[in-house]
């Protein structure tokens, strides 16, 4: 009678598990496919690091992070025994009374011990600490899977020092057996289904920070509009979401007090798939004003431990605005400049020009030339980036390096990509590419983080494939053996003090955090890291179109402002830049608070230290 009993009782929440999984895999199948399996050694890799090692899990909240890895490793090491009391109560196999499973069950009590300590753990963290990333709400659900966590591993262990057959082991064999039974009927309609669905999201996310594939126009693909116009991973990523809450944590529009949170974006995404109609538009399910409000910084991918890519979302959707011709107004100055003079300020490029001779730049020859320095809409452009410039070429001509620079330069296109003008971002690419191939450079030299990314990773998409190096790379490289580091580093005593903020393209994006502080240590920096550091600082607020933007109409305090007033905090009176963006930024909030702090490019600082 009890083995019927349990028949039925698996037959109705195993059938109840897969019609709620059945529904998720239909609607991730019927969505168009965005799947890469594309350099499968990183994957296999970052696999072993992020689900069996749980590193993203761990590494910025260790004590959290520390007790959802237990309860990770336990749900992986109970699963034997799951089975196998289930084979047992199902009348198919007994294998409970065999020397390896009894070896197993001694095996699993240190398990049990750590996941009822960290569930507990996380309870009390949920329903009483209840940090910010986690909402206002306490989530009911999230208790009651919780208890039932804790309920099997006590049933686990009581179970251990009771004969089976009694009536009190019998109850308690039962009660263990149902709040699995529970478990499996309830997990796919929550959070917690990033059990199973994790490990697949991690593997399939992209090897990319903030990878958005090229639009084919010949297919009249626009970007996102509806619903049904979300790729696969997207789905995928809306049912995986832990809601853990780090990806608004660590988002600076959300920090800045906007509207814009990215757990929210995800979990909007999950109940408009599930709600049904495939027609809705993504106006309805967003609103626009919370797209726009993205610096495109990528730290809520960065931190997200179970692989959710946001940034394709974010991007897509913004595409579908701008073919419907719905971008914020100060995008259209910014694309006019574009289309018309090929640079962000619509500038004349006899500007460019004046400067280029002004600088005795030569023109870039494959014979004659070791680096191709591209300036960038800042360098050709902004006069007081200029300065940094000219810094850099003080040092590749003291150091013997021969460089030139393009006759002509457009926009990398990194503004049109990133606000959603994927035409635009193509035309220039191309152009671009085209004349890159003319001149044929083996290496890029760049000051600006935003064209390394663009050249190195967007153009590639385009078959274009070419060293990419931030100036601070190359020249902490260049200036690592010399007898100027030892000399600079004797004269500098005592040691000045400033703080380095990392740009986003840079630190989080390429993963150059140590060589900027190589060279300031190295020519006389004695640095304080600010709040936000190496590969997850806080963005400056230039990123994702927002530096032509008018801040003031915003919502909240203004990202630069908020960062401006975390590198002040430092004590620190010189702030060292690395990009001509966050260098405008930080420098408008300077303004803004009428602080005395001095910035400094940090090819200038190296410059006046040699």
Same mark, same amino acid.
């Given at each position: 009678?009890?083995?019927?009993?349990?028949?039925?009782?698996? $037959?109705?929440?195993?059938?109840?598990?897969?019609?709620?999984?059945?529904?998720?895999?239909?609607?991730?199948?019927?969505?168009?496919?965005?799947?890469?399996?594309?350099?499968?050694?990183?994957?296999?890799?970052?696999?072993?690091?992020?689900?069996?090692?749980?590193?993203?899990?761990?590494?910025?909240?260790?004590?959290?992070?520390?007790?959802?890895?237990?309860?990770?490793?336990?749900?992986?090491?109970?699963?034997?025994?799951?089975?196998?009391?289930? &084979?047992?109560?199902?009348?198919?196999?007994? &294998?409970?009374?065999?020397?390896?499973?009894?070896?197993?069950?001694?095996?699993?009590? +240190?398990?049990?011990?750590? %996941?009822?300590?960290?569930?507990?753990?996380?309870?009390?963290?949920?329903?009483?600490?209840?940090?910010?990333?986690?909402?206002?709400?306490?989530?009911?659900?999230?208790? !009651?899977?919780?208890?039932?966590? =804790?309920?099997?591993?006590?049933?686990?262990?009581?179970?251990?020092?009771?004969?089976?057959?009694? +009536?009190? #082991?019998?109850?308690?064999?039962?009660?263990?057996?149902?709040?699995?039974?529970?478990?499996?009927?309830?997990?796919?309609?929550?959070?917690?289904?990033?059990?199973?669905?994790?490990?697949?999201?991690?593997?399939?996310?992209? +090897?990319?920070? *903030?990878?958005?594939?090229?639009?084919?126009?010949?297919?009249?693909?626009?970007?996102?509009? %509806?619903?049904?116009?979300?790729?696969?991973?997207?789905?995928?990523?809306?049912?995986?979401?832990?809601? /853990?809450?780090?990806?608004?944590?660590?988002?600076?529009?959300? #920090?800045?007090?906007?509207? &814009?949170?990215?757990?929210?974006?995800?979990?909007?995404?999950?109940?408009?798939?599930?709600?049904?109609?495939?027609?809705?538009? $993504?106006?309805?399910?967003?609103?626009?004003?919370?797209?726009?409000?993205?610096?495109?910084?990528?730290?809520?991918?960065?931190?997200? +431990?179970?692989?959710?890519?946001?940034?394709?979302?974010?991007?897509?959707?913004?595409?579908?605005?701008?073919?419907? *011709?719905?971008?914020?107004?100060?995008?259209?100055?910014?694309?006019?400049?574009?289309?018309?003079?090929?640079?962000?300020?619509?500038?004349?490029?006899?500007?460019?020009?004046? @400067? %280029?001779?002004?600088?005795?730049?030569?023109?870039?020859?494959?014979?004659?030339?070791?680096?191709?320095?591209? $300036?960038?809409?800042?360098?050709?452009?902004?006069?007081?980036?200029?300065?940094?410039?000219?810094?850099?070429?003080?040092?590749?001509?003291?150091?013997?390096?021969? @460089?030139?620079?393009?006759?002509?330069?457009?926009?990398? #296109?990194?503004?049109?990509?990133?606000?959603?003008?994927?035409?635009? @971002?193509?035309?220039?690419?191309?152009?671009?590419?085209?004349?890159?191939?003319?001149?044929?450079?083996?290496?890029?030299?760049?000051?600006?983080?935003? /064209? %390394?990314?663009?050249?190195?990773?967007?153009?590639?998409?385009?078959?274009?494939?070419?060293?990419?190096?931030?100036?601070?790379?190359?020249?902490? =490289?260049?200036?690592?053996?010399?007898?100027?580091? !030892?000399?600079?580093? =004797?004269?500098?005593?005592?040691?000045?003090?400033?703080?380095?903020?990392?740009?986003?393209?840079?630190?989080?994006?390429?993963?150059?955090?140590?060589?900027?502080?190589? $060279?300031?240590?190295?020519?006389?920096?004695?640095?304080?890291?600010?709040?936000?550091?190496?590969?997850?600082?806080?963005?400056?607020?230039? #990123?994702?179109?927002?530096?032509?933007?008018?801040?003031?109409?915003?919502?909240?305090?203004?990202?630069?402002?908020?960062?401006?007033?975390?590198?002040?905090?430092?004590?620190?009176?010189?702030?060292?830049?690395?990009?001509?963006? /966050?260098?405008?930024?930080?420098?408008?909030?300077?303004?803004?608070?009428?602080?005395?702090?001095?910035?400094?490019?940090?090819?200038?600082?190296?410059?006046?230290?040699?």
């Amino acid at each position: 009678m009890e083995t019927l009993i349990l028949w039925a009782l698996v $037959l109705i929440f195993t059938g109840a598990f897969v019609a709620q999984v059945a529904t998720r895999v239909r609607l991730i199948a019927a969505a168009p496919n965005t799947f890469s399996l594309e350099r499968p050694g990183f994957r296999v890799g970052r696999f072993l690091i992020d689900v069996v090692l749980q590193r993203k899990t761990i590494s910025e909240r260790p004590l959290a992070g520390l007790a959802h890895a237990l309860v990770f490793w336990g749900f992986v090491a109970f699963g034997g025994y799951t089975v196998t009391e289930f &084979l047992k109560g199902l009348g198919i196999a007994d &294998l409970t009374a065999t020397r390896g499973f009894l070896a197993y069950r001694i095996a699993l009590t +240190p398990f049990a011990v750590a %996941v009822l300590a960290g569930i507990v753990y996380l309870l009390i963290r949920r329903a009483v600490v209840r940090p910010a990333g986690l909402g206002d709400k306490v989530s009911v659900e999230s208790i !009651a899977i919780g208890l039932f966590i =804790a309920t099997l591993m006590v049933t686990f262990l009581v179970g251990s020092r009771l004969d089976e057959s009694s +009536p009190a #082991g019998l109850a308690n064999w039962w009660v263990h057996m149902l709040v699995i039974l529970a478990f499996l009927a309830l997990i796919p309609a929550s959070k917690h289904f990033h059990l199973v669905l994790s490990p697949i999201t991690v593997f399939l996310k992209s +090897p990319e920070l *903030g990878s958005v594939p090229n639009l084919d126009f010949e297919k009249e693909q626009v970007g996102l509009e %509806v619903v049904k116009d979300l790729g696969s991973k997207t789905v995928l990523d809306a049912f995986t979401c832990v809601e /853990c809450g780090r990806c608004q944590v660590n988002c600076p529009a959300w #920090g800045a007090g906007k509207e &814009l949170n990215p757990k929210t974006l995800i979990l909007q995404t999950q109940h408009a798939l599930l709600a049904g109609p495939r027609d809705a538009t $993504l106006g309805e399910i967003y609103t626009e004003k919370v797209l726009w409000q993205c610096t495109t910084c990528g730290a809520c991918e960065n931190q997200c +431990p179970v692989g959710i890519e946001h940034l394709p979302l974010i991007i897509g959707a913004r595409r579908g605005l701008v073919s419907n *011709g719905d971008a914020p107004e100060y995008l259209g100055g910014v694309y006019n400049h574009l289309e018309r003079r090929g640079n962000i300020w619509g500038l004349s490029y006899d500007q460019r020009e004046r @400067f %280029v001779i002004a600088a005795g730049l030569a023109t870039f020859d494959p014979a004659k030339h070791d680096v191709l320095v591209w $300036l960038g809409c800042a360098g050709a452009f902004e006069a007081d980036f200029q300065k940094s410039l000219r810094s850099l070429f003080e040092i590749l001509t003291a150091r013997h390096v021969r @460089f030139g620079v393009l006759s002509k330069e457009r926009c990398t #296109g990194d503004p049109a990509k990133r606000t959603g003008n994927e035409y635009m @971002f193509q035309e220039l690419a191309n152009a671009n590419i085209a004349d890159l191939k003319r001149a044929g450079p083996k290496r890029i030299l760049t000051s600006c983080p935003h /064209c %390394v990314k663009t050249i190195g990773d967007d153009y590639r998409k385009f078959g274009y494939e070419v060293e990419v190096v931030h100036t601070s790379v190359y020249v902490e =490289a260049l200036t690592r053996s010399t007898e100027w580091s !030892a000399k600079a580093s =004797a004269e500098r005593e005592p040691r000045e003090t400033v703080t380095f903020h990392d740009p986003c393209y840079l630190g989080r994006y390429a993963g150059k955090v140590d060589e900027p502080r190589n $060279l300031l240590t190295r020519f006389g920096a004695n640095i304080v890291e600010p709040e936000r550091n190496r590969d997850n600082p806080y963005c400056c607020g230039a #990123g994702g179109g927002l530096l032509f933007a008018d801040k003031e109409e915003e919502p909240g305090s203004r990202i630069s402002d908020v960062r401006f007033k975390q590198l002040q905090a430092t004590g620190a009176n010189t702030i060292v830049t690395a990009c001509p963006f /966050c260098s405008i930024m930080l420098k408008g909030a300077q303004a803004s608070a009428q602080a005395d702090t001095q910035f400094v490019d940090l090819m200038t600082y190296v410059k006046d230290r040699l």
